[in-house]
């Protein structure tokens, strides 16, 4: 609860220039998902969610991927019509677009990314420390 206040009070958050690149960085722990939409290192919203007890049973990599479709279908208003980046600590997700997808799963969620302009960037975990707090705050919605 003091993450969420502390982070979304006015002097922390500002808002969207739809001039500027949008950022999203993604984390996903064992129990929920955290992202954050950013521009020039400056967060606009953030959004953390426990996730039920099927999806607890994803693989990490089915959960960054889950993680970066739930933001993008949540903050689509922002991303449409702009290229955006996308940071995720799963390296492999990098060049999801260039794999061959064999698993049921990776195909639905990767066409919930279609129509967007986005790249994916790798961010290793010690780095992305304002995310992995969000994947790991207790007692928010079942995803």
């Known amino acids: 609860m003091a ?5 979304s009070t006015a ?9 500027a690149q949008f950022e999203i960085e993604t984390d996903a722990s064992a129990q929920g998902i955290g992202v954050l939409l950013q521009q020039n290192k400056h967060p606009i919203a953030f ?6 007890p099927s999806w607890q049973k994803l693989s990490i990599y089915e959960k960054e991927l889950l993680a970066i479709v739930f933001a993008v279908q949540k903050w689509g208003q922002y991303l449409t019509g702009n290229p955006f980046i996308i940071r995720t600590y799963q390296k492999s997700l990098k060049d999801i677009i260039e794999q061959k997808l064999s698993i049921p799963f990776q195909q639905f969620w990767l066409t919930k990314l279609m129509g967007f302009q986005h790249e994916i960037q790798y961010k290793s975990g010690v780095k992305n420390k304002e995310v ?12």
């Not at 993450?3 to 982070?7: E, K, M, S, V």
């Not at 002097?11 to 001039?19: G, Q, Y």
Request: avoid cysteine; aromatic fraction near 6%.
């Open 3 to 7: 993450l969420n206040i502390a982070i």
């Open 11 to 19: 002097s922390v958050l500002v808002l969207p220039n739809f001039e």
């Open 47 to 52: 959004i953390s969610k426990k996730l039920g």
């Open 132 to 143: 992995d707090a969000l994947s790991r705050v207790p007692g928010n919605d079942f995803l």
